[in-house]
Antibody
Framework: QVQLVESGGGVVQPGRSLRLSCATS????????MHWVRQAPGKGLEWVAF????????YYADSVKGRFTLSKDNSKNALYLQMNSLRAEDTAVYYC??????????????WGQGTMVTVSS | DIQMTQSPSSLSASVGDRVTITCQAS??????LNWYQQQPGKAPKLLIY???NLQTGVPSRFSGGGSGTDFTFTISSLQPEDIATYYC??????????FGPGTKVDIK
């Protein structure tokens, strides 16, 4: 079955870096675009970034543009989020999610369980 | 940028009640609207895509409708396991994603 497993979260000081990983299985990873979505404690969902199936195009939320970098390794079935210059407001659970296009409609049809990132001194 | 609003922000209903949530887009988005359920402590789950299409495996008591700027999400008969926060979501033409602020549903 389809699985997405995030890792790499933890506690980090403001201004430091962290790299999140999303290991996938159960589907042809190289055929799917992927997203990162985050959720601050007690808050709603916030989209972070999106990468095309082949890694050729990437889009970022304004709140992370220039600080976060998304990459996709189709040979390892893995998605990564390099987070630099972290701020307190980046504290959140980070989810990776698969993008699916059906009938002309895109949706985030499969999600990982999330990994918690806490930015604090 | 397209903004998404939801109402109400929270609601309390009895088991068996019909529950309706609305989502409004700041401009016409045709049918490009999805609905997700997030149960407490869990990851979101896709319920409805393309405004009215039920995701495989999702119970038929869930339904969605609308187009353009105004959308609805309905639970025809609320069950205890439906306690969750429900989010609408839209993709723009650059495939950037916007979520609504969420509607928290609990049992009266």
């Amino acid at each position: 079955q389809v699985q997405l497993v995030e890792s790499g979260g933890g506690v980090v000081q403001p201004g430091r870096s962290l790299r999140l990983s999303c290991a996938t299985s159960g589907f042809t990873f190289s055929s799917y675009a992927m997203h990162w979505v985050r959720q601050a404690p007690g808050k709603g969902l916030e989209w972070v970034a999106f990468i095309w199936y082949d890694g050729s195009n990437k889009y970022y939320a304004d709140s992370v543009k220039g600080r976060f970098t998304l990459s996709k390794d189709n040979s390892k079935n893995a998605l990564y989020l390099q987070m630099n210059s972290l701020r307190a407001e980046d504290t959140a659970v980070y989810y990776c999610a698969r993008d699916r296009k059906v009938g002309g409609y895109d949706s985030l049809d499969m999600w990982g369980q999330g990994t918690m990132v806490t930015v604090s001194s | 940028d397209i903004q998404m609003t939801q109402s109400p922000s929270s609601l309390s209903a009895s088991v068996g009640d019909r529950v309706t949530i609305t989502c409004q887009a700041s401009q016409d988005i045709s049918n490009s609207l999805n609905w997700y359920q997030q149960q407490p402590g869990k990851a979101p789950k896709l319920l409805i895509y393309g405004a009215s299409n039920l995701q495989t495996g999702v119970p038929s008591r869930f339904s969605g409708g609308g187009s353009g700027t105004d959308f609805t999400f309905t639970i025809s008969s609320l069950q205890p396991e439906d306690i969750a926060t429900y989010y609408c979501q839209h993709y723009d033409n650059l495939l950037r994603v916007t979520f609504g602020p969420g509607t928290k549903v609990d049992i009266k």
